[in-house]
């Protein structure tokens, strides 16, 4: 037998092999995920008998009824179920199991208007080289009451809360024993800095596990707020004057196994700090992936440990790009500009992409900053607006870092949300406030 055809062939998955075990477990419905240009979830439901056709051809669906994906007349996709990506929604008594699929063009091919083949591609161009990525999120989010349609904070909480009665326990440790029965894990969770704000990390993985893994995380959290007659959001900002949501990246590049991150001394490596210098080089044309949507740009604002200027640093918070030193050991940067809102496959993408093009570039970052990073004179700063930062992508060398037709369908989409926006308010006088529109787009759908 030729050597490799055993793994091979233990690597080939039997979709009828599939189907039996889920049924066989007790899982009564297939949701089949394909995930849109905001790197939201759209899905059927369906039991798991109707099910055996969709794990074994694909499942046919109306391109042209989830936004930019298809004209209507042009609307029949087929989208294959991906083996890699299952998970049982322990949460609704293991009943549903959720399958991410990947959408096919007319010609059997990715399409390439799905995040998650965006990214699978940007992967598999890494491995060509031997190159393979690690990310980590940091999540924040909110969890708050509703009174009339309008979010209220649920907790009087501190950063690292230690009172039991100041926080929202039922709910967190809830969602906690969900993410461990799913299989994605937890390596810790704490009260944030902000009233009944939560932060909870997905430990390092490959960047489309972990993609995968935020979707289904924000799913469960939001189903599990739910049963406490509560709303879990990921609206980066959904109260002024308090601190608003990231999802500080942490992440690495990698070969034969090797950390190209990781230093011997206590300084970064010639690979970390080229990667640094290609993230700052595009930082403002990729602010509009990684913090997309106009409430995004009120969290981007000074003193509420969100970057507003484009700089990096050992162990400093205040900016864009901090590197982890703890006992003065480097082995991975944070890159903090991302928000919970964004599409994590494109984010990913993006982000990786930059730091690549440092790495094969030789960009060199300006020098290390120690000061707090608000009070820094005459650096870059992050765009002020969503339509800023459609502008600063659109004329951007990282306007190709997404395929060209994403590209153009992202940008326009994210040209029409602020044009939306802008139609109603006026930037400059409601900056400061978070206005109904935004409640109404962002809190729920986030």
Same mark, same amino acid.
């Given at each position: 037998m030729p050597q490799g055809s055993i793994k091979e062939t233990l690597s080939r998955v039997d979709p009828l092999d599939v189907w039996r075990i889920l049924k066989s477990a007790g899982v009564k419905y297939v949701k089949p995920i394909i995930i849109d240009i905001h790197g939201r979830p759209r899905a059927e439901l369906m039991p798991i008998d109707a099910a055996k056709d969709i794990l074994t051809d694909g499942m046919p669906f109306d391109g042209s009824s989830i936004q930019s994906y298809a004209t209507v007349n042009k609307s029949d996709f087929v989208a294959l179920?991906?083996?890699?990506? @299952?998970?049982? &929604?322990?949460? !609704?008594?293991?009943?549903?199991?959720?399958?991410?699929?990947?959408v096919l063009d007319d010609s059997?091919?990715? !399409?390439?208007?799905?995040?998650?083949?965006?990214?699978?591609?940007?992967?598999?161009?890494?491995?060509?080289? +031997?190159?393979?990525?690690?990310?980590?999120? &940091?999540?924040?989010?909110?969890?708050?009451?509703?009174?009339?349609?309008?979010?209220?904070?649920?907790?009087?909480?501190?950063y690292f809360e230690?009172? +039991? $009665? $100041?926080?929202?326990? #039922?709910?967190?440790?809830?969602?906690?024993? !969900?993410?461990?029965?799913?299989?994605?894990?937890w390596s810790k969770t704490h009260h944030e800095v902000a009233p009944s704000q939560y932060e909870i990390n997905i430990p390092? !993985?490959?960047p489309l596990k972990v993609a995968d893994m935020i979707v289904v995380y924000k799913l469960m959290a939001k189903d599990v707020a #739910?049963?406490?007659?509560?709303?879990?959001?990921? @609206?980066?900002?959904?109260?002024?004057?308090?601190?608003?949501s990231g999802a500080h990246t942490h992440f690495s590049l990698w070969r034969d196994g090797v950390n190209l991150f990781e230093s011997k001394t206590d300084e970064v490596t010639e690979e970390?700090?080229?990667?640094?210098?290609?993230?700052?080089?595009?930082?403002?044309?990729?602010?509009?992936?990684?913090?997309?949507?106009? #409430?995004?740009?009120?969290?981007?604002?000074?003193h509420h440990e969100a970057p507003t200027r484009i700089v990096w640093g050992y162990a400093n918070r205040s900016a864009m790009v901090r590197v982890p030193y703890y006992g003065k050991r480097v082995n991975r940067i944070e890159y903090r500009h991302p928000d919970p809102s964004m599409n994590p496959y494109l984010a990913f993408t993006v982000m990786v992409k930059a730091?690549?093009?440092? @790495?094969?570039?030789?960009?060199?970052?300006?020098?290390?900053?120690?000061?707090?990073?608000?009070?820094?004179?005459?650096?870059?700063?992050?765009?002020?607006?969503?339509?800023?930062?459609? &502008?600063?992508?659109?004329?951007? &060398? $990282?306007?190709k870092f997404l395929p060209g037709e994403m590209a153009k369908a992202y940008a326009e989409v994210k040209s029409q949300e602020w044009s939306e926006y802008s139609s109603v308010y006026n930037w400059k006088?409601?900056?400061?406030?978070?206005?109904?529109?935004?409640?109404?787009?962002?809190?729920?759908?986030?």
């Open positions: 179920p991906d083996f890699r990506s @299952m998970f049982i &929604e322990s949460w !609704n008594s293991s009943k549903i199991v959720d399958v991410f699929l990947s059997g091919k990715p !399409n390439m208007l799905d995040p998650r083949n965006v990214l699978m591609q940007t992967l598999d161009e890494l491995a060509a080289r +031997n190159l393979y990525a690690k990310v980590g999120v &940091e999540i924040e989010f909110f969890i708050v009451k509703l009174n009339g349609g309008k979010p209220e904070l649920a907790d009087d909480g501190l230690g009172r +039991n $009665a $100041a926080m929202l326990v #039922n709910p967190i440790t809830k969602i906690l024993e !969900n993410l461990e029965a799913l299989g994605i894990g390092a !993985n490959d #739910n049963e406490f007659g509560l709303v879990s959001t990921f @609206m980066p900002k959904p109260f002024w004057g308090i601190n608003g970390c700090r080229y990667s640094i210098g290609g993230i700052l080089k595009f930082a403002k044309a990729i602010s509009v992936v990684v913090a997309p949507t106009v #409430n995004s740009y009120k969290r981007l604002v000074p730091a690549v093009y440092g @790495m094969d570039n030789k960009v060199e970052p300006p020098a290390p900053v120690s000061d707090v990073a608000y009070e820094l004179k005459g650096v870059p700063e992050t765009p002020a607006t969503l339509g800023e930062a459609v &502008e600063e992508f659109t004329r951007s &060398e $990282a306007f006088e409601t900056w400061n406030v978070i206005t109904p529109w935004e409640i109404e787009r962002y809190l729920k759908a986030a």
